[in-house]
């Protein structure tokens, strides 16, 4: 039992650690990536595929080509240079982190850093 407890305290201590590690880009880095680009990608979770159109002065349009569905709304990055959306719609708001990994990125959701929200291609 003492070897169980001491697992789950080390894991817990370890857990946010890992999320810090992870190097996110940062705001002026997201901003370059996202003004004036499209974002393809294909979310963990169901592998839909999503096209975000990010235009400078924060429209924004997305489509999901799997469910043949679309939304509009606006987006900015925060200070932790995380890009949020706000749609019009109903689609969820969100807030992603960019993590890069080489020439590669990944969306990272705001709310679970330690996880993979989508992999992305900027266009």
């Known amino acids: 039992m003492k070897k169980i407890a001491a697992a789950v305290l080390a894991l817990s ?6 999320a810090q590690d992870r190097q996110f880009l ?27 159109d990010i235009r400078s002065g924060g429209a924004f349009y997305g489509n999901n080509l799997s469910k043949n569905n679309s939304d509009s709304g606006t987006w ?8 949020c959306v706000k749609w019009r719609g109903r689609s969820q ?22 996880g993979t929200y989508a992999e992305l291609t900027v266009e």
Do not use: S, Y
């Open 93 to 114: 708001d969100r807030c992603v982190a960019i993590l890069a990994e080489g020439e590669k990125f990944k969306m990272v959701d705001a709310n679970d850093l330690k």
């Open 26 to 52: 940062p705001k002026p880095d997201v901003e370059a990536l996202a003004t004036d680009k499209k974002w393809i990608h294909i979310r963990v979770m169901d592998q839909d595929k999503v096209v975000w």
């Open 13 to 18: 201590v370890l857990t946010p650690a890992l």
């Open 76 to 83: 900015l990055v925060t200070d932790q240079g995380q890009l």
